[in-house]
């Protein structure tokens, strides 16, 4: 029988406090408490955002997981830019949880990828939190429809490794609200996850876990979250005042040291009592959720091998096509590159699965019939000598050449290492490994065609691009990585994902790049709101490859975008309808994108925003029509003074295409608003606040034509006037009080024109 909420409250208020206290942390490294007396049981919790990673015994170590399916990582499966796609991933993970008496898996991690080179980046959607907020729901609903939990992480503003454990990240509020908390909302109001896992990291000098703003003021009171608040493994500090801002449930086990000083502190602190119980009332709940629902799941290796495969196959990204692919079946092919024989298909630390099966493209293109040599070209993991390295890489790289000279095809599988890429630190560049890049330069002399394969967890520079043929962003592909890769490069499946982030030309280029773990205590986040292409975009940089860019073996053309109404205010929607036509001759599927440009001007804010994606299916020759939802909130930025989201009156450009930098539909959308930003009015407010202010805009108006300035306007020479137009631009940072000096104004006037000013408010 199903426990309510009632009884689950009955049940809290018959704990001692003892056994409450004993609640609120892990008996392990994996499960939580139990308590025999009133037969509350615990359960088991488990890594694993793309594979179960469960420990194998009561007393294995952290590495000793079992047997699982690895399916494709963050970084790949968020290409995908499928809803329906991350369903399915969360579905079959719900059923090998099932199958394995596992309460909740440790996912999905949706951190925004604000510099390439964090090291975990790979576990993260996106650049973007409508894309991370949007997909991150789609799977949480999935796994939690099955009675499986989840653990939304890591929140909030954990977007390094190095030193995350007491590094503050350093942040305004707007840039948290309109980077680093939406995707975290998001997935809260679409899918209510069983537990939100908070980070290591301070936000602005307070730990994340001690956190009252973050934990209950914003995640609970504001967002609606009603799950359990779980630390990240080892990152309590002060555990009472953890408690006190909102924090449930500690991982792991701490001995019952922190338990004990919660216990005794209780009794004489009333809040910490309230906390306590609470605390204790959404564990149980989360945990009979499990319990009350457990169903003997099953579940097919094989079948979900294959699941694992079509998730690979819908994230693989086209990134450069010369003609080259798909492959015909008649050319002379050789394939060169260590990873396709064994391929680097996920990442290192809290993630890594324990394989059953794995397969690999040389492999899999032989059993598609396709004749091909193979050679090594590199060493993966080069010998730690590195006078033998450099001897290995040499013969390699000679024999490789030698193979490559009598193909017409060359495919290249490069990559990035584990050891490149992990948790727990941060990358150091965004190039390959040296004799990588060198293989592919040298083998793009010998004018063949050229086509390069890419393992990596994250954006790599690529200095070969205009030489090489094609290039196939594959990422961590998961176990079935080798097959989804022949798949794609035979045309047995027409390449439909897109880059979930920005590659751009060089690190130099990147917005964290002067703030970024270069310190031992503090991270500061300088670079505000414009992270990834809206950093690109605002100052109008060349990339590598834009976000949301991808190719295809068929074309599509946009057309006819068009509004269900060119007007809209604060309760309003409008539909925004573009039309997709496949305009080539192969089936396809096409990411559709929605953008808006703010046009007011009232405020610094990106050059444009997504806020709509569609991956839709359009037979050769056939049209589709794609179909957005915007409201206020898609047009608004976080104002602070507000402490709300607000959009000014005035004109949003809607934009829809295939990437961020591919734009080519627009219709324009006039937005009316009730809502005024608040204004003080004193000595020192300025004239271009007043004038962007429709209620004290006449006053200043009508002032400002009626006073003498001792600056003249109108002369014909330019050397001896100032046009007016540079007077409005100097005057709108001018603070009132210079009326006094610059136009001769009595202080009972300047009184007057205060007090007209604050009645022009009310």
Known sequence: MAHSDSDIRKLVSELTLEEKCSLLSGSDFWRTKAVER??????????????????AGEDAGVNDSIQAVCFPAACATSSSFSRDVYKKLGSVLADECQANDVSTILGPAINIKRSPLCGRNFEYISEDPFVAGELSASYINAVQEKHVGTSLKHFALNNQEYRRLTNSSNCDERTMREIYLPAFEIAVKKSQPATIMHSYNLINGTYAGESKWLLTDVLRNEWGFKGVVVSDWGAVS?????????????????DGSNDRKVLNAAPNDRELLSCIDESVFRILRWVYNFVDNRSKGEFDFKAHHEIAREIEEESIVLLKNDGVLPLTGKEKITVIGEFAASPRFQGGGSSHINTKTV???????????????????????????????????GKLSAQAIEYAKDADTILV????PDSFESEGYDRTKLDLPEEQNILITTLCRLKKKVVVLLHNGSPVTMPWKDEVSAVVELYLGGEAVGEAAANVLSGKVNPSGKLAETFPLRLEDTPAFMNFANHKTQTNYGEGIFVGYRWYDVRKMDVLFPFGFGLSYTTFQYSDLRLSSDSMDDDGTVKATVTVTNTGKTDGKEIVQLYVSDKTHSAVRPV???????KVFIPAGKSVDVEFTLDKRSLAWYNTEMGDWYAASGEYEILAGPSSRNLPCSSILRFTTAKIPPLEINVDTTVGDLLRDSRTKPVIESFMKGIKSDVEVGSTSANEAISAEMIAQMMDGNPLRNFVSWSH??????????????????
Do not use: C, W
């Open 608 to 614: 444009k925003e997504l806020k709509g994606f569609e």
């Open 38 to 55: 009133l037969g509350i049981p615990k359960v088991m919790v488990s890594d694993g955002p793309h594979g179960l990673r469960k420990q």
């Open 413 to 416: 599988f490069a990559g990035l």
């Open 359 to 393: 397969t690999n493209a040389l492999d899999a293109l032989k059993a598609l019939g396709y004749k091909v040599t193979y050679a090594p070209g590199f060493q993966a993991v080069p010998d730690k000598d590195e006078r033998k390295a450099s001897e290995i890489a």
């Open 238 to 254: 002060n555990r009472i005042r953890g408690v006190k801002a909102g924090g449930d449930l500690e991982m792991p086990s701490s």
């Open 745 to 762: 104004l009595s202080d009972e006037k300047f009184e007057e024109l205060l007090a007209s000013l604050k009645n022009a408010l009310k």
